[in-house]
């Protein structure tokens, strides 16, 4: 008769007694790959979400979009957590609360007051700036060390973003630039801290994205009543964009984003989610009409070599998540 460890330690393709250290090994490789499929279905979701936003501010303000998705975000979450039995439960409400303002609150407005005012393919290649900065803070708060593979992945990365940056005029435009690496830094920031509290706390992923969106939704809905010359137009565009913004931009990308810091490690994940800005400037193009140059589809290609080097950085052993 097995034990119940033999029995949890089963072969899954063979039925019989595994040896525990390939189990593990095993484990770890499926969560590996899942953790690059997630990458795969958020680079969609929340590429084409960034032109959905683009296409919503013709009828909101930034500030009263960005306070409804947040709400109603958190309201889905909340929703999904309880159907699913989650313990609802807030956990520490400090960390929590300035991981939710930085990562989800000073994040999204930012990203959307940059929206508002530029292109949507441009902008979002200027927010994805942030794993640069998450590679460089977390030498610093994580003490993370960068191996041979992710420094070249960064290199090609970097040199990707340049190409598609280099058409770019840096004298105008400016607001709209400011705004888009404020919120890069922002959710570099808000990256870090949730890396260092799940070192400490164990929070199941839905609540916690939910308190987080709560905690974060607080100064934006406050800034939203006060400043004037907020509006909201209901037409069928927007509610349709509203709808995939709450729904699939909001509740699934999030959800997704922290499935995805649970298994890669900080720089791994940052570096991983830079298909999201392609996937943003092909819909851009395509539906927006935001042709890209030849520079920038040179800078496409790159990013995506950037994406497969940092795959193969994140196999060896030394680059294991925290």
């Known amino acids: 008769m097995p034990s119940v460890s033999e029995i949890d330690c089963r072969n899954p393709w ?23 499929i997630a990458v795969g279905v958020l680079a969609l979701v929340w590429g084409y979400n960034w032109v959905v936003i683009k296409v919503a501010t013709a009828d909101a303000s930034p500030f009263a979009l960005v306070a ?12 999904i957590s309880a159907a699913m039995r989650r313990n609802l439960k807030s956990p520490p409400i400090v960390p929590t609360a300035v991981i939710g303002i930085f990562q ?17 393919g441009k902008t979002t290649l ?6 640069f900065w998450i590679a460089l803070l977390s030498i610093w708060l994580l003490d993370d060390r960068l191996s041979r593979i ?11 973003l340049g190409f598609v940056l280099y058409p ?21 920031f808000g990256s870090i801290f949730t890396k260092r509290f799940r070192a400490k706390h164990h929070v199941d992923l839905l609540p916690f994205t939910a308190w987080q969106m709560t905690y974060g939704a607080i100064p934006v809905v406050i800034v939203a009543l006060l400043v004037p010359g907020g509006y909201v137009h209901f037409t069928p565009d927007f509610l349709w964009a509203l709808g995939y913004i709450v729904i699939l931009g909001t509740a699934l990308a999030f959800w997704l984003w922290f499935f995805i810091m649970e298994r890669l490690s900080a720089t791994g994940a940052g570096i991983s989610s830079l ?21 920038e589809l040179i800078g496409m290609m790159l990013i995506v070599a950037a994406l497969v080097i940092n795959s193969i950085g994140e196999t060896q052993p030394l680059e294991a998540p925290d």
């Not at 992710?150 to 990707?160: C, F, H, K, M, Y």
């Open 14 to 36: 063979t039925g019989g007694a595994c040896n525990r250290g390939n189990w593990a090994g095993f484990q770890k490789s499926v969560q590996k790959r899942s953790a690059y």
């Open 168 to 188: 770019l005029d840096l004298g105008s435009g400016l607001t709209s630039k400011a705004f888009a690496l404020a919120s890069a830094l922002s959710w570099a």
């Open 150 to 160: 992710r420094v070249i992945a960064l290199i090609v990365a970097a040199a990707g």
């Open 68 to 79: 409804l998705r947040m709400v109603l975000g958190a309201a889905a979450l909340f929703a």
């Open 104 to 120: 989800v609150g000073l994040m999204t407005t930012f990203q959307t007051i940059a929206l508002a005012t530029g292109g949507a």
């Open 126 to 131: 200027l927010v994805y700036t942030f794993p």
């Open 275 to 295: 298909l999201t800005p392609v996937v943003s400037v092909l819909a851009a193009w395509i539906q927006l009409h935001e042709n890209p140059g030849a520079t």
